[in-house]
């Protein structure tokens, strides 16, 4: 059975800050990964993935992530994030059934 | 334009009511999910179906029915609603070989009283 922990429910950052957002899986190969995000009162929506090859990820809106197998970590960063981008984020992996799953999220609030 | 519809958007219900969320898409996509995110749980497989009549329980479907008649369309159904049913309930859908690539409607709040 494959798990995802997100260990930090809420994250905040100054704006035009860095930031990563922390993501461990737990899985006996190797999944594949997701971010996803939701925006106040929205669905979910693909921010990148990773099924193979080079280990470092772009997404949409400068977002990018990097799978370290060593660690089981999916972790995304920003270098720079806007006000834009407050919203809840999601790891996922992706075990080769057909179902992901889902961590419990990461509130991202941006301070002006 | 790639889309997937949930109605209703709001809906209270009374403790022992039955409750139909519908769900539809319009880029035919063989595969379709109902989930249902509670706070602090991320969101959890209540059902997927990958296709017309061809429905497999996800992770917690105790409770929950669906009906998929049409591909286009994917209908989440409470027998007896119960309390704790109280949630936001999202549906998405997939292509069959990109099925954790999903697109997500915009969720049903149901409260049951």
């Known amino acids: 059975a494959q798990s995802v922990t997100q260990p930090d429910a809420r994250v905040t950052v100054s704006e035009g800050a860095s930031l990563q957002l922390r993501c461990k899986y737990s899985?006996?190969?190797?999944?594949?990964l997701f971010w996803y995000v939701q925006y106040p009162r929205q669905g979910l929506q693909l921010l990148l993935k990773y099924y193979s090859g080079d280990p470092v990820v772009q997404g949409v809106n400068g977002f990018e992530a990097e799978f370290i197998k060593s660690n089981s970590s999916f972790h995304l960063r920003k270098a720079s994030v806007h006000w834009s981008d407050s919203a809840v984020y999601f790891c996922?992996?992706?075990?080769?059934?057909?179902?992901?799953?889902f961590g419990a999220g990461t509130k991202l609030t941006i301070k002006p | 334009d790639m889309k997937v519809t949930q109605m209703p958007r709001y809906l209270i219900k009374r403790m022992g009511e039955n409750v139909l969320l519908e769900c539809g898409q319009d880029m035919s996509h063989e595969t379709m999910y109902w989930y249902r995110q509670d706070p602090g749980l991320g969101l959890q497989l209540i059902y997927i179906?990958?296709?017309?009549?061809?429905?497999s329980e996800g992770d917690i479907p105790k409770g929950y029915r669906v009906s998929r008649k049409k591909r286009e369309h994917f209908s989440l159904i409470l027998d007896s609603a119960k309390t704790n049913q109280t949630s936001v309930y999202f549906c998405?859908?997939?292509?069959?070989?990109?099925?954790?690539?999903?697109?997500f409607g915009p969720g049903t709040r149901l409260t049951v009283l």
């Open positions: 998405a859908s997939s292509i069959r070989d990109r099925a954790y690539e999903q697109y």
């Open positions: 899985y006996s190969g190797t999944p594949y």
């Open positions: 179906s990958y296709d017309v009549d061809s429905n």
């Open positions: 996922a992996p992706g075990g080769g059934n057909e179902k992901i799953t």
